[in-house]
């Protein structure tokens, strides 16, 4: 198994369940065990999580990639200490992000429920091999990037966690924006997009959005 | 031989014989590996120990360089696997006494000496041992801690059963004391066992005696036996080792305290023409050196480590970072001195060094431990093994070996691998206990099979039906997990998790012993799940697979917690914490272990043809070896002709005719009937997998596909194009293979040179090529020393770092300096200059010792260029799925104990395109690299992983994206009755996983390694959750 198998779910997962940091260490670029490559793969994957969970709220150095081979035990020490003083420093997951628990919690689950679509973007528009860390750092760090995420996902994610929070109990538009940070512009037009999907209804009497029936 | 003797001798089964193939004498590294091979080749094979237990010296070691594996950990799983083999028969503790008979039919007399032990009924309880009132010196570990009168020779030991020192025993010194006697309750004890003696039949035989160490005792100046804190360096490994005399602290004799400063002294025994020293080079100390240097340093970051050498003799693969990483660590010094151990101060048994460096002169320097690294002696009995197999013996006491084929003795039929041909270290050991594998199975090829059973286990139960049933096993791996995490507390809390039927605890559990102790709780407590908190499944994973399948379930049910690596290493001062977070690993492995499926690995028949690629001696040897072993091969050659590199090789250091030894074998393999050469060829395409290869050639301008079950890569290397030193610019500037064809060819301005210049390393050890070319040391001594038959008057130079004349190579050097070749030391950052002067040229070097310039005027210039590696690398790396070095060698899959092995299966490697070496290390790793490939080419099927990739129809929305990543093309769409879908070729698939974390709906999945097994751990590791 190589270190390309590292799911975004596994990550999320991790979070979701109280972790208040996520270490993937894998083999150096260019000594892969395979033939594969993979940890270019690791690489994109975690790279592409982090911006995921930025966008959610949650510190993205919370996830740490290293490389480290079998023989380098002191530095895998040294990298273990060091993120364990960094994380310390943050404080629990949420605290830093000054996240309740309940928006954590919708958020995470926002995210994984995007897993797939983000998956199928990802092969589709986002997939890049470079040979060195620093082309990836900079291809995420880019103008053409952040466009494609913002038009690819940003939205996505944003109906993703409106519906979660629907789910709860209707709420108004400006409610929602508060609970999620988001502005409102922008709510109100996921929320006329997805009641034009059929996914929302506007309950006239109480002013607020519910999921709709069957959604 | 005649083949109605072979029938004879197998036919006749009238009488109790006992009747084997190959008698291997020595259970150490080489010999286990030999056994291996052979036994997986179709042969019957006697293994004999004089020692109590297998393992040799490698069992004493602590780590292995350059890699830092735990020695044990890497030896020890071999042990259980050659006491498993239906095909080996373990007989330690006896010697050979006779010899009698002639190749492909030995008669052998063995005489197994008494252990007061009936080894059938001891279970290796250890009551014995407890109860013995006599303490002796440990003899596993040097001495330094105490043992009893019985005792077990090491925990892992193989049989794991005591034996009586007779010297010490007061029964069988004084008739006094049976306390042992009464304690053992399985009666196994017999004070009375007399020597047994037993007759072999055998075709061949294999001697793999190993090495002494040289014995510093002998020669009173270096204070060791008198001064408490003078230790060899093999005491010094068993003090690092944890199942060591102080439990893996760095302790010193005489206070047990932790030394701050230590010093190590090299070259004890070696390299010294001196009463009670060897001429010859060690080869090794060098390396285990700087291995326990930076041990020492993980030990204790703080201490003080001071390394007294000569040359720093770092010409293996890798060897040159390593060196680096030594010498790079705070506080550790390389001092270039001769030293003399000054003395023992009385207050605090310290001892004092004496050394002079260029700047400060003679000094004295206080240390609170010395290490010795003391050199390889030949086996101590070495007469008497010479005598009892009429061989002869070099004149180091080593065995005689042929360079042309190391691997021969002077008696038909009788095989020498290991240090027994002189120095060697691990990979070295292995690769020629692979060639006599070869080489006897060219010899008794006919018998192939005949002798040989396969390996039966029991029938696997269906467990399909069955509640889980988790059985959890805690070793303590000696002192390494029992001194840290608190193990019945872990037992405990193990028996209290979900699913958990039994939880139990041993000692070892890679000791065969305790391994089938594991195997029959599963039968008897019907368990169909086995979690093993221990080390690691690097190491021991096909061990305790292997243990599920004897006891009945399915392999793939085996789940390793590694709570020592992940836990007890790391935590040792943390206790408390340590525990705990023991069983936090132990719950995440019993919820991954609930949810293992039993998997199918399946058979794949073997195409019985092998493909060689490269013609130099590396390629023929391997090919021909093959063809010898009675199957079909195709050897490759990019050239029109064979030879490579070695046609520009004329003679040898140790008087070997390279050109004669290239006709001879270039001859053999045309004339092969079963070998076809093609040369001028190109590899165009490569499909396929282990056993199956399909490799599309273009030869002589015809285009051909081969159908091969294995591949040998043996590309070899080229000679470094040097761009300094006015090379290219004066033609009076050569390389050393130029001077080589100049000395041969007898050129007029050779002939007529006054003086010569020659320069090391040029083109390595350098930051662009950080490896050391091995071979061109020796190379100038070889030339130098020819140049000195021509003209005895020639002033001839060697401009050097380090003289890396390893081995027996150094008596030629010693001669060299006798012959009054000059040879001066530079440092790198102040490297010679080469300028024109006049008609001749002018060698300007800084001279270390005076500190002033040096001019040497010079009519040649030779430059010892570095060896390169082949260019076509990279490209038989993609066609074969093989991965290289930094450096653009071949990475083997495992630098210590599968040197010639490949990562991906059915690919193997020999000659230069490993690392450079010497012609007679080339032959000897051919010969390894077709003894390897015969292990699969003499079988009818190769097994395939089970943990591999398989589609779920019903989720895949043909995206693609599993396709796209998989380099191994192992994922292709099929038509099916729902559409286009993915569809896995198993025998492709490596089981990376790359495809699984692409997939956006999981349909695609990893076998053993899926979503819900790897949810299950993350889920449980997380305490907080779990209980709230």
Redo the contacts between chains.
């Keep these: 198994?190589?270190t390309?198998?590292?799911?975004?779910?596994?990550v999320l997962?991790?979070f979701s369940?109280?972790?208040d940091g996520v270490f993937v260490g894998g083999c150096w670029p260019?000594?892969?065990?395979?033939?594969?490559?993979?940890n270019y793969?690791t690489l994109f994957?975690m790279l592409f999580t982090k911006k995921l969970l930025e966008q959610v709220g949650i510190n993205p150095d919370r996830l740490r990639l290293e490389w480290i081979a079998?023989?380098e035990?002191?530095r895998y020490?040294e990298v273990m200490n060091n993120f364990g003083k960094q994380l310390k420093g943050l404080g629990p997951l949420g605290s830093s992000e000054e996240l309740d628990a309940k928006t954590l919690k919708l958020n995470l689950q926002a995210l994984t429920k995007l897993?797939?679509?983000a998956?199928?973007v990802?092969?589709e528009r986002l997939r890049v091999r470079f040979k060195t860390e620093q082309e990836y750092l900079e291809y995420f760090a880019s103008d053409e990037f952040n466009r494609l995420f913002e038009e690819l996902l940003v939205d996505k994610l944003a109906i993703s966690q409106i519906m979660l929070l629907l789910r709860e109990h209707p709420l108004s538009a400006r409610d929602i924006a508060k609970n999620l940070g988001i502005n409102p512009a922008a709510v109100s037009k996921h929320l006329s997009s997805s009641s034009r999907l059929g996914l929302v209804s506007f309950d006239e009497e109480q002013k607020c959005y519910a999921l709709a029936a069957g959604a | 031989m005649d083949n109605s003797l072979v029938e004879r001798q197998l036919m006749d089964t009238s009488v109790d014989r006992n009747l084997g193939d190959v008698l291997i004498v020595g259970g150490g590294i080489s010999g286990i590996q030999a056994s291996l091979d052979m036994a997986n080749s179709g042969f019957r094979v006697y293994l004999v120990d004089k020692a109590p237990s297998l393992g040799g010296k490698m069992s004493q070691l602590d780590k292995t360089f350059p890699s830092n594996d735990c020695s044990m950990c890497i030896e020890s799983p071999k042990f259980i696997e050659c006491s498993r083999h239906p095909n080996i028969e373990i007989i330690t503790y006896a010697e050979v006494d006779e010899v009698a008979g002639e190749a492909g039919d030995f008669k052998v007399k063995v005489t197994k000496k008494p252990r007061y032990i009936l080894e059938d009924k001891c279970t290796g309880c250890n009551i014995c041992v407890d109860y013995c009132p006599v303490k002796i010196p440990d003899p596993f570990n040097q001495g330094l801690s105490e043992s009893k009168s019985v005792h077990i020779y090491f925990s892992q030991a193989e049989p794991l059963v005591t034996y009586v020192d007779p010297e010490t025993c007061l029964y069988l010194k004084e008739g006094k004391c049976q306390i042992c006697v009464g304690v053992c309750k399985p009666n196994a004890i017999d004070l009375h066992q007399k020597p047994e003696q037993i007759e072999l039949e055998v075709g061949a035989i294999l001697l793999a005696p190993g090495y002494d160490t040289f014995d510093p005792k002998l020669r009173t100046d270096f204070g060791y036996g008198v001064m408490e804190n003078v230790v060899t360096s093999l005491d010094f490994e068993r003090i690092l080792c944890s199942t060591g005399p102080y439990d893996g602290n760095l302790l010193r004799p005489s206070d047990k305290t932790h030394p701050q400063k230590i010093a190590w002294i090299q070259c004890v025994g070696s390299r010294q023409v001196i009463p009670g020293g060897n001429s010859y080079c060690s080869a090794v100390c060098c390396t285990y050196t700087q291995k326990q240097v930076i041990l020492a340093k993980d030990h204790d970051n703080g201490l003080d480590a001071t390394i007294f050498h000569n040359d720093i003799r770092a010409h293996g693969k890798d060897f040159e970072r390593f060196y680096q990483r030594a010498e790079k660590l705070d506080d550790v010094r390389f001092i270039r001195s001769y030293v003399t151990i000054g003395r023992e101060i009385p207050e605090n048994k310290n001892v004092t060094i004496r050394y002079s460096t260029l700047d400060e002169g003679v000094k004295e320097e206080e240390f609170d431990l010395v290490v010795l690294s003391v050199g390889l002696n030949p086996p101590k009995d070495v007469e008497r093994l010479a005598t009892t197999f009429d061989i002869e013996l070099n004149e180091h006491g080593f065995c005689k070996t042929d360079p042309r084929n190391p691997i021969l003795t002077t008696r038909a039929g009788v095989f020498v691998s290991g240090a027994f041909q002189g120095p060697a270290d691990i990979p070295e050991a292995v690769v020629s206990a692979s060639a006599a594998d070869a080489q006897i199975g060219e010899l008794l090829n006919k018998r192939r099979d005949r002798l040989s059973r396969e390996r039966v286990y029991p029938e696997e139960r269906d467990t399909s039906e069955e509640e889980l049933k988790i059985g959890v096993v805690v070793c303590h791996c000696g002192a390494n997990i029992g001194r840290v995490v608190d193990i019945p507390a872990l037992v405990e809390y193990s028996a209290t998790l979900p699913n958990v039927s039994w939880a139990g605890e041993n000692l070892f559990a890679c000791s065969t012993e305790n391994a089938n102790q594991i195997s029959k709780q599963i039968v008897e407590k019907g368990l169909n799940r086995l979690v093993l908190a221990a080390c690691t499944p690097r190491t021991h994973e096909p061990l305790f697979r292997d243990t599920c399948r004897e006891a009945g379930i399915n392999q793939y049910f085996f789940e390793f917690a590694n709570i020592r690596e992940h836990c007890s290493w790391v935590h040792s001062k943390e206790k408390e914490k340590a525990t705990e977070k023991a069983k936090d690993i132990v719950r995440m492995s019993v919820a991954r272990a609930a949810h293992l499926q039993p998997l199918k690995e399946f058979d794949l028949p073997v195409n019985k043809t092998a493909l060689v690629i490269g013609g130099g001696p590396a390629g023929m040897t391997s090919a021909l070896s093959m063809a010898e072993q009675g199957f079909e091969v195709y050897l490759l050659e990019k050239e029109s002709e064979l030879g490579g590199m070695a046609r520009n090789i004329h003679y040898t250091l140790d008087g070997m005719d390279v050109q004669e030894y290239l006709k001879g074998l270039t001859r053999k393999v045309y004339q092969h009937s079963s070998l076809r050469v093609l040369t001028d060829c190109r590899i165009d395409d490569v499909s396929g997998y282990v056993g199956n290869f399909l490799t599309s050639v273009t030869a002589e301008g015809r285009v051909r596909e081969i159908a091969h079950g294995i591949v040998i890569i043996a590309t070899g290397a080229e000679e470094h194009r040097p761009t300094e030193y006015l090379y290219g610019e004066s033609d009076q500037v050569v390389t050393q293979l130029t001077l080589e064809a100049e000395i041969v060819q007898q050129s007029d301005r050779v002939q007529k040179a006054k003086n010569l210049v020659m320069i090391q390393c040029v083109g390595c050890r350098q930051e662009d090529k950080n490896y050391c070319s091995r071979v061109c040391c020796g190379q100038a001594v070889k030339n130098a020393l020819k140049l000195k038959e021509i003209n005895p008057e020639m002033e001839i130079s060697i401009l050097f770092r380090d003289m890396r004349t390893y081995g027996f190579k150094e008596d030629y050097y010693r001669e060299a300096a006798d012959k009054d070749i000059k040879f001066i030391r530079f440092e790198p950052d102040n490297k010679p200059v080469v300028e024109v002067a006049g008609d001749g040229l002018q060698v300007t070097v800084p001279d270390l010792v005076l500190g002033q310039k040096l001019e040497l005027e010079a009519d040649l210039v030779v430059l010892s260029a570095a060896v390169n590696p082949s260019d076509s690398g990279p490209d038989m790396a993609r066609f074969y799925k093989c991965s290289m070095n930094p450096d653009g060698f071949f990475q083997e899959a495992h630098v210590k104990l599968r040197p010639v092995d490949f990562g991906s299966d059915g690919v193997f490697l020999c000659g230069t395109a490993h690392y450079p070496k010497h012609i007679s290390e080339t032959i000897s790793q051919a010969y390894g690299a077709a003894g390897r490939a015969v292990t699969i080419l003499s079988g009818e099927t190769v097994t395939a992983s089970g943990s591999v990739c398989d589609v779920n129809v019903h989720d895949c929305i043909s995206c693609g994206a599993c396709i796209t990543c998989c380099n191994y093309d192992a994922i292709e769409f099929v038509e099916t009755p729902y559409g286009k879908k993915a569809k896995v070729k198993e025998i492709l698939c490596k089981g990376d996983g790359l495809c699984n974390a692409k997939c956006p709906t999981g349909a695609i999945y990893l076998k053993h390694y899926t979503d819900d097994e790897i949810f299950a751990q993350i889920d449980q590791a997380i305490r907080e959750e779990v209980t709230s």
Aim: hydrophobic share 30%; with cysteine.
């Design positions: 198994m190589c390309g198998r590292v799911d975004i779910a596994f997962r991790a369940n109280g972790a260019g000594e892969c065990h395979y033939v594969t490559e993979g793969d994957n079998a023989s035990g002191s020490a897993i797939p679509y998956k199928l990802e092969r």
